[in-house]
């Protein structure tokens, strides 16, 4: 049988990853590792920006009433899924990009950005620089505690790493809790985010692209649970 699928991204992107999983047929496990919290923030002038840099769409969940006031600007997303976000709250997206948020940046040079606003997570990995003007945190995610037992129940499974944080929160407890990762596969929303991983997990593929659809493909390459 297929090796199910842990789902380790904070609420509400958690259920929504299970939810795809569940229409493509694989069986899932809910983790989540952070909470995600909104932050105060003061809404820049939008006349002093030519697009908004969005690399998830926590940052229109969270960003509050001040979102509104930002949608005169075309929209640069990472992944599908923030795209259809950005079209929900009302923008028009520019472009889409393929990769990573430092590939996004690259698109809005190609796309003559120059004063770009990206609207982030306090943990974050794009800088102000280039086609970026100013980079804004407008949510935070908080670690949440995970049960002995709950995390034991990761051995056998794919865990999925939507974030590098993710990553090296996972290995942490991992280690911690003394299981053997060589009893955990890793699936990762990136190659950057696959990257951040130590040696020893039980293999680690990395999404062609930014979307759930890839990351659930790229977990076929993975071996197969014991006894399939």
Same mark, same amino acid.
Do not use: K
């Given at each position: 049988?297929?090796?199910?699928?842990? *789902?380790? +991204?904070?609420?509400?992107?958690?259920?929504?990853?299970?939810?795809?999983?569940?229409?493509?047929?694989?069986?899932?496990?809910?983790?989540?590792?952070?909470?995600?919290?909104?932050?105060?923030?003061? *809404?820049?002038?939008?006349?002093?920006?030519?697009?908004?840099?969005?690399?998830?769409?926590?940052?229109?969940?969270?960003?509050?009433?001040?979102?509104?006031?930002?949608?005169?600007?075309? *929209?640069?997303?990472?992944?599908?899924?923030?795209?259809?976000?950005?079209? =929900?709250?009302?923008?028009?997206?520019? =472009?889409?990009?393929?990769?990573?948020?430092?590939?996004?940046?690259?698109?809005?040079?190609?796309?003559?950005? +120059?004063?770009?606003?990206?609207?982030?997570? +306090?943990?974050?990995?794009?800088?102000?620089?280039?086609?970026?003007?100013?980079?804004?945190?407008?949510?935070?995610?908080?670690? *949440?505690?995970?049960?002995?037992?709950?995390?034991?129940?990761?051995?056998?499974?794919?865990?999925?790493?939507?974030?590098?944080?993710?990553?090296?929160?996972?290995?942490?407890?991992?280690?911690?809790?003394?299981?053997? +990762?060589?009893?955990? /596969?890793?699936?990762?929303?990136?190659?950057?985010?696959?990257?951040?991983?130590?040696?020893?997990?039980?293999?680690?593929?990395?999404?062609?692209?930014?979307?759930?659809?890839?990351?659930?493909?790229?977990?076929?390459?993975?071996?197969? /649970?014991?006894?399939?």
């Amino acid at each position: 049988m297929t090796r199910v699928l842990a *789902v380790l +991204r904070p609420e509400p992107g958690n259920a929504a990853t299970c939810a795809r999983a569940a229409e493509a047929g694989f069986a899932t496990l809910s983790l989540p590792l952070f909470a995600v919290e909104a932050l105060d923030w003061d *809404v820049p002038d939008p006349a002093q920006h030519d697009a908004l840099i969005l690399t998830s769409a926590n940052a229109l969940r969270f960003g509050g009433a001040g979102i509104a006031a930002l949608t005169g600007l075309p *929209v640069l997303a990472v992944g599908p899924h923030t795209a259809a976000a950005a079209r =929900a709250a009302g923008f028009d997206v520019m =472009a889409i990009g393929s990769g990573d948020g430092a590939q996004i940046a690259s698109v809005a040079h190609a796309h003559g950005i +120059r004063r770009a606003l990206h609207l982030t997570g +306090r943990d974050r990995t794009l800088a102000a620089g280039g086609a970026i003007a100013c980079v804004l945190p407008v949510y935070q995610s908080v670690a *949440v505690p995970v049960a002995p037992d709950a995390l034991g129940a990761l051995d056998g499974t794919i865990a999925l790493l939507h974030s590098a944080r993710a990553a090296r929160r996972l290995e942490t407890l991992v280690t911690a809790a003394g299981l053997e +990762r060589s009893h955990i /596969a890793i699936a990762a929303f990136s190659a950057a985010i696959a990257a951040t991983l130590g040696a020893g997990w039980g293999g680690v593929v990395a999404a062609a692209t930014p979307d759930d659809a890839a990351l659930f493909a790229a977990t076929l390459a993975l071996p197969r /649970a014991t006894g399939d």
